[in-house]
């Protein structure tokens, strides 16, 4: 499993433990991607939540095929819980084509609060994550001047990238928007995540007015 879907099930790990129904994700993988000690060691758990942590365990040792399989197991089971997800595992929601390819297009005027779920999803992993650095959502936070006393709350949030922006655009409107924010990514810095914001743009004509 490679970085990027690593960092995707961690950033949704809280929301994926409590609300999924592990045994019959698993069912859906038995014999597949899971073997049956894998089935074993995750049924084995007493509770819905000690199994889908067990689940969440296993799943980034089993290859590159692991988050694919994982996510069509759980939209057969769980359709809302695969949403964030099936940009990233190269699934869609729709068969028609025209829905597809205005897929995760971003224009730099967008607000952050309204990013295509992929995107938003993708921003969320990058910068949700664990940085010894220091350089993720805090800074994100810092640098659009929100109050220092509400970050421990935001940081007990699901997704605390998510709360960041939401707050963000509660106080700037319309400043909080998708130029803005990769000027600020550029300064922590977060070349990655400006990349990534990059390779949205470049589906529209206007993608040059993020490059330098």
Not at 19 to 38: C, H, I, Q, W
Not at 72 to 93: I, M, N, T, W
Not at 102 to 131: F, I, K, Q, W, Y
Not at 136 to 153: A, F, H, S
């Amino acid at each position: 499993m490679d970085s990027y879907h690593r960092l995707l099930l961690r950033a949704n790990r809280v929301r994926l433990v409590k609300d999924m129904f592990p045994d019959r994700v698993v069912s859906k993988m038995r014999g597949g991607l899971l073997n049956e000690a894998d089935c074993e060691a995750i049924v084995s758990r007493t509770t819905a939540k000690a199994q889908a942590e067990e689940l969440l365990t296993i799943l980034p040792r089993k290859g590159p095929k692991a988050f694919g399989e994982f996510v069509k197991a759980l939209r057969d089971v769980q359709s809302h819980l695969a949403e964030p997800f099936l940009a990233a595992a190269g699934l869609s929601e729709s068969n028609d084509e025209a829905s597809r390819e205005g897929a995760g297009r971003v224009n730099p005027t967008d607000l952050v609060t309204m990013l295509p779920s992929d995107v938003e999803s993708r921003l969320h992993a990058l910068l949700d994550a664990e940085n010894v650095l220091g350089d993720n959502w805090e800074r994100v936070y810092t640098e659009v001047g929100l109050p220092l006393d509400r970050l421990p709350k935001v940081k007990e949030s699901t997704s605390p990238t998510g709360t960041t922006l939401r707050l963000w655009h509660g106080r700037q409107a319309s400043r909080a928007n998708v130029h803005t924010l990769v000027d600020i990514l550029r300064r922590i810095p977060r070349l990655d995540v400006v990349e990534m914001l990059q390779d949205a743009m470049t589906k529209t004509p206007k993608s040059n007015v993020l490059k330098k």
